[in-house]
C-alpha cells in the first residue's frame, strides 16, 4: 500500500500548479476517446485533498458525453493535468494525470484497465 504524502504536478508550461494529499498506489487507464488520445493515467482523489496553486485563469472547462467530467486544461500549453467530477455517492472528487506529477516514477505505479468506453 502506498504512503500518503504531499504530490506536486502541474501544466507542461508551467502556468498551472497543483498539489494533492494521496496514497497513489494502482492508477487507471480508461479508454475513452479523450484518455485514450491524451495518453492519461489516473489516480482519484477527494476534492478536499487537491489546492490549485496558480494558473486557475488559465484552465478551459471541456466536457463531452454525459458532461460529468470537467477535463480542465491549460490554455497555453493544452495540457489536461486534472479534472473534477464526482463519485457515484456524489462526493466531489479530483481525477489526477499522474503523468503530470513533478518527478513521477511511471513504472512504480501498477495500472489497471478502466473500460470507459462503454459507459
Request: with cysteine.
Amino acid at each position: 500500500m502506498a504512503e500518503r504524502i504531499t504530490h506536486h504536478g502541474g501544466c507542461h508550461c508551467g502556468a498551472v500548479r497543483w498539489e494533492v494529499d494521496a496514497a497513489i498506489d494502482e492508477v487507471i487507464s480508461c479508454n475513452c476517446s479523450i484518455c485514450t488520445m491524451r495518453g492519461s493515467l489516473l489516480a482519484f482523489a477527494p476534492a478536499a485533498d487537491f489546492r490549485l496553486l496558480s494558473g486557475a485563469e488559465k484552465l478551459k472547462d471541456y466536457r463531452f458525453a454525459r458532461k460529468r467530467i470537467a477535463h480542465l486544461f491549460c490554455t497555453d500549453c493544452g495540457q489536461e493535468s486534472f479534472g473534477r467530477g464526482a463519485k457515484p455517492d456524489g462526493s466531489e472528487m479530483v481525477a489526477i494525470n499522474i503523468r503530470c506529477i513533478d518527478d513521477v516514477d511511471l513504472d512504480a505505479h501498477p495500472v489497471r484497465r478502466f473500460d470507459g468506453r462503454s459507459l
